[in-house]
């Protein structure tokens, strides 16, 4: 079974910066895309960032300009640099792994980061 383990979240002021980072216990193949979702209290959880294995990165409109994906396949990790954080970006932050492009429905998430933005 594929792990997938958060780090990097925590308290920071508007405006700060965070750096998430996943890593991921296996990769069985290089066709896949690497994710950031989130979910804020009483909200669904929702796309932040992907990259796929061919550098293709997608944003959420929200984050656009202050936050960027990133991969290192060697590493089996992947990142989200959070700039010019708000409030609103408050919540809990997953990373995925989707190998649905060759694999139809096989995804793996991580439990989770808390990232608190205070004003």
């Known amino acids: 079974q594929v792990q997938l383990v958060e780090s990097g979240g925590g308290l920071v002021q508007a405006g700060g910066s965070l750096r998430l980072s996943c890593a991921a216990s296996?990769?069985?193949?290089?066709?896949?895309?690497m994710g950031w979702y989130r979910q804020a209290p009483g909200k669904q959880r929702e796309l932040v960032a992907t990259?796929?294995?061919?550098?293709?990165?997608n944003y959420a409109d929200s984050v656009t300009g202050r936050f960027t994906i990133s991969r290192d396949n060697a590493k089996k990790t992947w990142y989200l640099q959070m700039n010019n954080l708000k409030p609103e970006d408050t919540a809990v932050y997953y990373c995925?792994?989707?190998?649905?492009?060759?694999?139809?429905?096989?995804?793996?998430w991580g439990k989770g980061t808390l990232v608190t933005v205070s004003t």
């Open positions: 990259v796929t294995s061919g550098g293709s990165t």
């Open positions: 296996e990769i069985s193949s290089s066709l896949n895309s």
């Open positions: 995925n792994l989707d190998y649905s492009r060759i694999r139809p429905g096989i995804q793996y």
